[in-house]
C-alpha cells in the first residue's frame, strides 16, 4: 500500500503492526516532520534490544523459528503503548509489553523495530523529500 499525508493513523498503525516496511517509513516521516525523530530512534532501538532479548529467552522456539512471508498483525494499542514507553525510555514496562507474546510477535516487533530505526535514518541522512524516480543519478 502506499502511504500519503492523508492516510489516517489508524491505517497507518494498521500497517506497521502488519510489519508493512512503507508504513514503518511514513510514521518515521511524520515523526520526524514534528521533531520526534531522535525519540522515534531512541524507540526503536530499545524494543529491537528488548525483542531480541526475549527471542534469546526461549531458544528452542528461535531454532525452530522459520520467517513468514506475512506476519499476522500485532495489537496495535500494544504496538502503541510499547513505543511510547520505549520513547521515554521506560525499559520495564517496554519489558512487560514483549515479554508475553508469541514468539511470532516478538519477531514482527523486532522487525518493525528494524523498518523504523532504518526510516528514522534514512530520514536524519536525507530529510523528508521522496526521490523522484525519474531524476537522473548523475
Known amino acids: 500500500m502506499i502511504y500519503t499525508d492523508d492516510t489516517p493513523m489508524s491505517e497507518l498503525l494498521a500497517g506497521i503492526a502488519s ?4 508504513a514503518c517509513h511514513e510514521f518515521a516521516r ?3 516532520v514534528a521533531g520526534h525523530g531522535a525519540d522515534l530512534k531512541t524507540a526503536a532501538a ?8 526475549a527471542q534469546l ?5 528461535l531454532v525452530a523459528w522459520k520467517y513468514p512471508e506475512v506476519f499476522d498483525p500485532v495489537d496495535a494499542k500494544m504496538l502503541t503503548d510499547l ?5 521515554e525510555d521506560n525499559r520495564e514496562t517496554a519489558r512487560q509489553l514483549i515479554t508475553n507474546r508469541s514468539f511470532a510477535d ?3 516487533l523486532s522487525s518493525i523495530a528494524s523498518y ?3 526510516a528514522v535514518e534514512q530520514l536524519r541522512r536525507f530529510g523528508v523529500q521522496r526521490p523522484n524516480p ?4 548523475f
Open 134 to 137: 525519474q531524476q537522473s543519478l
Open 57 to 61: 529467552d526461549r531458544p528452542e522456539e
Open 46 to 53: 530499545l524494543v529491537h534490544e528488548l525483542a531480541f532479548a
Open 83 to 87: 513505543l511510547q514507553a520505549a520513547s
Open 116 to 118: 523504523l530505526e532504518q
Open 30 to 32: 511524520r515523526q520526524h
Open 106 to 108: 516478538i519477531t514482527a
Open 19 to 22: 510489519v508493512d516496511a512503507e
